[in-house]
């Protein structure tokens, strides 16, 4: 789980900030 975080919240700083906010409540919802 924490790897899955932490590779979430990597992918979504490398995409647009929008998707990074979407991915950051994705990922502390799961």
Sequence with gaps: ???GK???SL???R???KLNG???LL???Q
């Design 15 to 17: 995409k647009d900030e």
């Design 6 to 8: 932490v590779v979430g």
């Design 27 to 29: 990922i502390e919802k």
């Design 1 to 3: 789980m924490f790897i």
């Design 11 to 13: 992918w979504a700083t």
């Design 22 to 24: 979407l991915k950051f």
